[in-house]
Structures are given as C-alpha cells and as structure tokens.
C-alpha cells in the first residue's frame, strides 16, 4: 500500500503571483510619483469630469492625490515581495501590520478607485465589441476607453492581484495550504462541502433577485411602463435617451442574473445539452467562479460610487423605484461573492499542492 507525501505548506517556494504584484504595484507607484513632480497624468477625482460625481476619490483633493497613492503604492509593492519569501524569519513579526496594509489598499484599489464605470462598461462591453464593425451605437469610442477607465481598471486588477497575494501569505503564516487554505485533514464547518451547498445556494439566490428586480424596473421603463416613477420622468428618460442605456444595462443584470443560478443549479456543473461539443463536460470550477468574483468586487466598487454620490440621490428623485434596486448594490455584491466562494468549496476536490481533501 502506498501513501501520499504530503508537503510542508510553509515550505512553498516564493510566489510568482507576490512578485507580479509587487512588480505591478510598483510601475503604478512610480508613475503616482512622476504625477506628483509634474502635476499631469493623475486621471481621477475632480480630474475625470465624467465620472467625478460617482466616486469617494472627489473627497480627496487633486494634489493630494498623486502623492497619497505614490506612498501607498509604493508601500503594497515592498509588503508583496515581503511576501514572495519563505514565511520563517523576521518578516512574520510584522505579520498583523503587513496584513493590515495589504488588505487595506487591495480594497482601495479594488472597490474604492474603480467607482461606477467599470461595472457600467462590462455592461455595455458586448453591445460596444459586437456593434463596433457596423458602427452601431453612435459612440465616440474615445471618450468610452478613456486613460481614466484604464486607471480605473488597473487599480482593480492590482487590487484583487494583491488580494490573492495577501491571503496566500496570511494562510502560509498559520500553518495552512497558501493555495486551499486546509491546515488540517478533512473540511470541517461552514467550509465543507454540504455545510457550503446550504449557505451558498441561500446567497446564490439573492445574488440572482436583486440584479432581476434591477432588471425589470429597467426594461419596464424600456417598454413604457412607468413602473415606479412618474410618467413626466419616464417621457424625460425617453427623451434623453437614457430608457435605452437603462434597459442595456437591465438586460446585462437579468444574463448575469441567469447565469448566476449555475452556481447553485446542477446545469452549473455541467455544460447543457444544448452547448455542442461541451454537453455533459464538467465545468471548470475556475470558469465559473473568477467572472463572478470580477463581477461581485465591480457591484461593490459601483455600489459604494452611486451611494456616496449626491449627484445620483438627485437625479433618481430620493427613494424612488429608480434608485431603489441600486440601494442593494451592497447585499448583490457580497451575496454574489459569497455564492461564488461556496461553488468553490463544494467543487474543489483535492488540493493539487498539500494534497489535502
């Protein structure tokens, strides 16, 4: 009979990932410094008049700016090539204050400097990639993929990069598999599978409801039904043009919303039938759960942009149907991320580094 050797998990050799982040956190921290010097390059807040009004950045004075991401840029990017080392050594003392800035800037990055935009362009990306060689919708495609939506962008790759990071690191440094975070033998508690199947296909249904109702109040107006607003917004609306960007967004939530059952139905598991060449193939769990982790982090950076917004509360009319849906924002967000990590518990199988099940 042969047993399998399972490896040490702290003893992983350096992560590749660290030094990307670090890498990558340190080009944007340099070009932070070079907008510091010059006073031209630095695309957000009060600087990118198009979406100033729908992000926590216009709180942060212009010159301020620049300097304050130049330090914290430059600091993430010496704490991750903290962590690509092995985690014995000195290192491992400063453990709770490197965690507390790797976590702290993953999340500015991630869902405080994105805002609105990049949940509003992954919305639209199909329409615009799709209608762009009949030159349908009559957009200037400069004035959509702008030097502050690649920022924006940018910020939200590093920021869940060094999230990846800094969670690795913090399991390395209990104990546990940087990669599946097990540091015992089987999954116990709310992380085994069944336990996981319970919790995530409550959050797998929320995270279906609210972009559906979004949805619907949407397309409603799309059709001409005011449904939750008056008939003179809803002719103001049709007027402007904005019904139709609603209603393409609204569409973009009721797909997202679908697809979003796969991570609580068996369909999500395995491709459909109708899906030729993929019928009956399992689907990969990575497949499923990177886009709605994308997603999640987008409503949330979306739903911190609109709720803190003075503009937004005064174009939707207060607590009106129209700002409504938005209001959860939030509980999509960390439902959706939610359902998503429990996919990934009840797929995972096997760890392919410690081996653990």
Request: charge should be positive; hydrophobic fraction near 55%; charged fraction near 10%.
């Amino acid at each position: 009979m042969t047993t399998r050797t399972v490896p040490t998990p702290t003893a992983t050799r350096p992560g590749r990932l660290a030094l990307l982040a670090a890498g990558w956190l340190g080009l944007w921290g340099v070009l932070a410094l070079l907008a510091t010097f010059t006073g031209a390059g630095y695309p957000l807040g009060a600087n990118n008049p198009g979406g100033s009004g729908t992000t926590l950045l216009r709180l942060i004075p212009v010159g301020l700016g620049p300097p304050l991401f130049a330090v914290l840029l430059l600091a993430a990017a010496v704490a991750a090539l903290v962590m690509s080392r092995p985690t014995a050594g000195p290192a491992v003392r400063w453990r709770v204050p490197l965690l507390s800035l790797g976590w702290a800037v993953a999340f500015v990055l991630a869902v405080v400097v994105p805002d609105a935009w990049v949940l509003v362009l992954l919305g639209y990306a199909p329409i615009l990639l799709l209608g762009a060689p009949f030159g349908w919708p009559d957009v200037d495609y400069a004035d959509v993929f702008t030097w502050a939506l690649f920022v924006k962008a940018a910020a939200m790759f590093g920021g869940l990069l060094l999230g990846v990071v800094v969670l690795a690191w913090q399991r390395r440094t209990v104990g546990a598999c940087a990669r599946c975070g097990r540091a015992g033998g089987d999954d116990a508690g709310w992380t085994a599978p069944a336990s996981a199947a319970r919790w995530g296909r409550w959050a797998g249904y929320v995270a279906v409801a609210v972009p559906a109702c979004y949805a619907l109040t949407r397309l409603a107006w799309a059709a001409g039904i005011p449904f939750g607003i008056s008939a003179g917004m809803l002719a103001e609306l049709r007027d402007t043009g904005a019904v139709w960007a609603g209603a393409g967004l609204g569409a973009f939530a009721m797909v997202g919303a679908i697809l979003t059952l796969g991570l609580v139905q068996r369909w999500g598991e395995r491709f459909p039938r109708w899906m030729v060449g993929l019928a009956g193939r399992r689907v990969p769990v990575r497949l499923a759960v990177v886009p709605a982790a994308v997603v999640a982090v987008a409503v949330l950076a979306a739903s911190m942009g609109y709720l803190g917004s003075p503009n937004f509360w005064a174009l939707a009319g207060g607590l009106s149907m129209a700002a409504a849906p938005i209001l959860f924002f939030p509980l999509w967000g960390l439902a959706l991320g939610a359902a998503a990590y429990a996919y990934h518990l009840r797929r995972r199988g096997a760890c392919g580094r410690c081996g653990r099940e």
